[in-house]
């Protein structure tokens, strides 16, 4: 019988759930679904039959997230854009005649500095779902390279029409 070993991070642990894995580190928790079974021996995973590659991926992920969190900052470029951030929900003025009211998910952790969004999160899909829900509120200009864009992302502007 053939057997996948994996290497834990220090300080995490893992326990079974029916059918899922619970990862539980320094950083948060995550639940992984996985098929098969497996036994924990001094930080190695030993599973009893190999793992399907989205299995293997979405324990990676959960694994660095708990162990290290991911980081994404997203900034508002344009005149007049504004970001604050109210008890669990982040307020935008985004160039529109109101005000967006968006609450934050508890798995993930914002600051507001300036015109820039940093969000913080053991969960990378949860994390890229909520940036792109708010980048959707104002996507970047195709013209004039104004928006809600990721940090070092690059805006190729078109040119205007010349008559």
Do not use: W
């Not at 300036?114 to 999160?121: D, V």
Request: charged share 20%; glycine share 8%; hydrophobic share 40%.
């Amino acid at each position: 019988m053939k057997s996948f070993f994996f290497r834990l991070p220090p300080r995490v642990t893992c326990v079974k759930d029916g059918s899922n894995i619970l990862l539980l580190g320094p950083l948060g928790r995550v639940v992984v679904k996985c098929k098969s079974n497996f036994v924990q021996v001094s930080g190695t995973l030993a599973f009893s039959k190999p793992l399907n590659s989205q299995e293997l991926c979405c324990l990676k992920q959960g694994l660095y997230g708990i162990s290290l969190s991911y980081v994404l900052i997203l900034v508002l470029h344009g005149v007049g854009y504004k970001v604050d951030k109210v008890d669990n929900t982040i307020v935008l003025k985004l160039g529109y005649s109101h005000m967006h009211f968006i609450p934050i998910p508890e798995v993930i952790n914002i600051k507001c500095i300036k015109n820039e969004i940093h969000m913080r999160s053991s969960h990378l899909v949860r994390l890229n779902y909520f940036a792109s829900s708010l980048r959707k509120l104002r996507f970047p200009d195709s013209y004039k390279g104004r928006g809600v864009l990721y940090k070092n992302e690059l805006i190729r502007v078109k040119e205007g029409k010349k008559t």
